[in-house]
């Protein structure tokens, strides 16, 4: 068994529970030895890697490769166990849009105690360098998030051949 065995048996929103307790961890230490804005360069420069990581990682599942219909397969993985409430989806051939009304990780990093600033860090931030990792067909627009405050997130993914 290896690292990615380990990680697909951990339900998604535990693993990024564990992952913000410990960027929270990084976030302090940084702060405290070289000030917040490097604290937050570095928490978002590490979630930034990962998150590349993980967009190279699904498209290496896409049993023909990476197109669009298989990156939309990724909604169900999103909304697995309920950690993610999306409506208003609008499927079409090259753009896929939906509304985030309720995120449970950004509820679970305040009830952690997490400070405001890394919550648009911890998740929020995944989502760019997700999809460019995916396929460079791939473009991604999300004007607001609920880790910054809104009442929803607004997904725009277009797949441009």
Not at 33 to 52: M, Q
Not at 57 to 72: L, Q, R, S, T, V
Not at 127 to 145: G, Q
Request: aromatic share 10%; glycine share 4%.
């Amino acid at each position: 068994m290896d690292f990615s065995d380990v990680t697909r048996e951990v339900p998604l929103l535990a693993r990024r529970m564990i992952e913000a307790q410990m960027l929270w961890q990084v976030y302090e230490t940084t702060r405290e030895a070289d000030g917040r804005e490097k604290a937050l360069a570095t928490v978002a420069r590490a979630v930034e890697t990962a998150a590349a990581e993980a967009g190279r990682a699904f498209a290496a599942m896409a049993p023909k490769g990476p197109c669009f219909e298989h990156f939309k397969t990724i909604l169900a993985i999103w909304k697995h166990g309920g950690a993610l409430t999306i409506e208003h989806v609008h499927d079409t051939d090259s753009v896929l849009t939906f509304s985030v009304t309720r995120c449970l990780y950004v509820e679970a990093y305040r009830a952690m105690g997490i400070p405001p600033e890394l919550l648009p860090l911890l998740s929020c931030a995944r989502d760019a360098p997700f999809a460019a990792a995916y396929h460079p067909a791939l473009e991604f627009d999300r004007p607001c998030t609920i880790g910054e405050g809104a009442e929803a997130c607004l997904f725009r993914f277009t797949w441009r051949d």
